[in-house]
């Protein structure tokens, strides 16, 4: 039967169970899984992992895919971005249907495999160690700000030779001074004339936030202290998004633990915690949970965790907002992966709608930059070409504004609009930057 009338459901992790890392039984689940994809073929136009994967069947002596190599299986993984899609907008197969098809964590678990065999590459570990890198390029920002801009002539060549970082993507730019370090001289006192006085919200600054664009946080913090909300700002550390990434799921865990325990005091003291980031809100809200299942301060963490724009609409619809100014613009809304996976609905739609006059337009592919996994020369014409589509439907009305919640899917989005010969954007930043400006704050 192609389909279930339950509603998806996700399984834990068993990541700490030896016969998850079983390579023969890995196999045999690749196996079963992409013979169920080879027979569906929804999933076609998501992302490159699935075209590989049909056209290497296709190409296979009896068009089977018992025909398929070990290489074969694994250049299906390495095309993946874990970007979720597949399994939240085209599955029908997905768990509690009993095919129990959950794609994205077959590729993890394959990736956890290789991680365990020390398959990792060195510049994947590396670059997943994002609090020392932020930390560093903070402290020589003027330097590394040079040293990886895409017209370097000097240095990105041979970053793209030693790291295997193409020359041409973009690397986001380091702060001079952290945002964290910045929050007791920028946080305003909670308007007590605001309808939300009285709440109280943390923003978790994830790495790229506190490291590289606190343009999103700043903004953050102003329109919720204008409603009247009172804010603070940490950095535990980071999320390990990079690390999930990787397969590195003992790492993950620690992350989770560490983080979980930093916040559940606040927590516990009526604090609603708001990670800046699409991605650090996917792995508090649903990612840590499946892996540490059975802790309780991941479990509380995840319960009082909100995406920035299902925070400011659930703020609108608990307490009201302050006037808000007309703004006769249009926005072009790119709705990034991990805000859709974490099934909530196309909430940075509904906050722009809060602006009388605002004519916002959603966009509902993916950029194709897949975290860190685009800046590598074996992927970024791939990242490119994942991107056309959201690019092209982004600059289809000539709108105003172009906004995304990833930020690192808004400099993709840039270079990839240029690369369909249209002229990109100054800024594509967060939506909750178009309601600061709304807010004329």
Not at 7 to 22: F, K, N, S
Not at 292 to 305: F, I, M, R, Y
Not at 355 to 374: F, N, Q, V, Y
Request: aromatic fraction near 8%; proline fraction near 8%.
């Amino acid at each position: 039967m192609e389909g279930s009338l339950e509603a998806p459901t996700r399984h834990t992790i068993p990541w700490q169970d030896e016969a998850w890392y079983d390579e023969a039984a890995l196999e045999a689940e690749l196996r079963r899984v992409y013979d169920i994809c080879h027979g569906c073929r929804r999933c076609f136009n998501l992302c490159d992992s699935f075209p590989i994967l049909f056209d290497a069947i296709d190409e296979s002596p009896n068009e089977e895919v018992d025909d398929l190599t070990p290489v074969q299986l694994k250049a299906v993984v390495d095309a993946c971005t874990l970007c979720d899609m597949c399994f939240m907008t085209k599955c029908p197969y997905v768990p509690p249907h009993s095919f129990d098809l959950d794609f994205p964590h077959l590729m993890l678990r394959h990736r956890a495999v290789e991680h365990r065999k020390g398959q990792t590459s060195f510049a994947d570990r590396q670059l997943s160690e994002m609090d020392r890198n932020g930390r560093l390029g903070s402290m020589v920002a003027g330097f590394a700000n040079w040293a990886t801009k895409p017209d370097n002539t000097l240095t990105r060549p041979l970053m793209e030779q030693v790291a295997g970082i193409d020359r041409r993507a973009h690397l986001p730019p380091f702060l001079d001074v952290p945002l964290v370090n910045k929050a007791a001289g920028i946080i305003p006192a909670p308007n007590p004339d605001g309808p939300a006085f009285g709440k109280k919200a943390v923003i978790y600054a994830g790495c790229h936030d506190n490291f590289n664009d606190d343009t999103p946080g700043l903004a953050l913090v102003k329109v919720l202290a204008h409603n009247g909300v009172q804010v603070r700002i940490e950095h535990p550390d980071c999320c390990a998004m990079p690390k999930f990434e990787n397969g590195d799921l003992p790492a993950v865990s620690s992350a989770a633990q560490r983080i979980s325990s930093f916040f559940a005091p606040m927590v516990e003291d009526g604090w609603d915690v708001v990670p800046l980031t699409t991605s650090c809100a996917l792995m508090l809200k649903f990612e840590w949970p499946l892996i540490e299942p059975g802790n309780e301060t991941v479990k509380l963490l995840s319960q009082h965790t909100f995406d920035v724009s299902e925070y400011v609409v659930a703020l609108a619809k608990d307490t009201g907002l302050a006037p808000i100014e007309p703004m006769g613009k249009s926005i072009a809304v790119h709705f990034a992966c991990h805000a859709r996976a974490q099934n909530m609905g196309p909430k940075a739609m509904e906050m722009l709608r809060l602006i009388p006059e605002a004519k916002p337009a959603l966009t509902e592919r993916c950029s194709g930059h897949g975290g860190k996994w685009g800046i590598f020369k074996e992927n970024f014409d791939r990242a490119v070409k994942v991107g056309k589509p959201a690019a092209r439907n982004l600059i289809k009305g000539e709108s105003d504004l172009i906004v995304s919640e990833c930020p690192l899917a808004g400099p993709h989005l840039q270079q990839v609009i240029a690369s369909t010969g249209a002229e990109p954007p100054a800024r594509i930043g967060h939506p909750i930057e178009v309601l600061a400006l709304a807010y004329g704050l």
